[in-house]
């Protein structure tokens, strides 16, 4: 059974930073590319970030590019997304998730995965 469990949300003031983690089991996580999402109230869940398999493809959204950075560690079955220079816009539910390794790159929909975390709350103040 497949497991995505995120940590490291919590309330950060606009302008600061905040790194946020995913572990994963069950499955043979280097076969996965992994991927960041966000939800904001009201709002419809949206693409953050991506990492390919064997960590050497990244990809953002042109709303937090310059400003997060997602990685993984294979050998911890983790993958983070640093977030840097934060705005109140950032606030929301953030989830990670995971692609089989045969989906096309970049993972951009939501439907390109197939395991989600229970996400974990980022909230910025302004």
């Not at 983690?21 to 939800?39: E, I, K």
């Not at 539910?93 to 229970?118: D, E, H, M, R």
Request: proline residues 4%.
């Amino acid at each position: 059974q497949v497991q995505l469990v995120e940590s490291g949300g919590g309330l950060v003031q606009a302008g600061g930073s905040l790194r946020v983690s995913c572990a994963a089991s069950g499955l043979t996580f280097s076969r996965w590319h992994m991927g960041w999402f966000r939800q904001a109230p009201g709002k419809e869940r949206e693409f953050v970030a991506a990492i390919n398999w064997d960590e050497i493809s990244t990809y953002y959204a042109d709303s937090v590019k310059g400003r997060f950075t997602i990685s993984r560690d294979n050998a911890k079955n983790t993958v983070y997304l640093q977030m840097s220079s934060l705005k109140p816009e950032d606030t929301a539910v953030y989830y990670c998730a995971a692609a089989p390794i045969w989906t096309t790159w970049p993972p951009l929909k939501g439907t390109n995965f197939a395991s989600w975390g229970q996400g974990t709350q980022v909230t910025v103040s302004s």
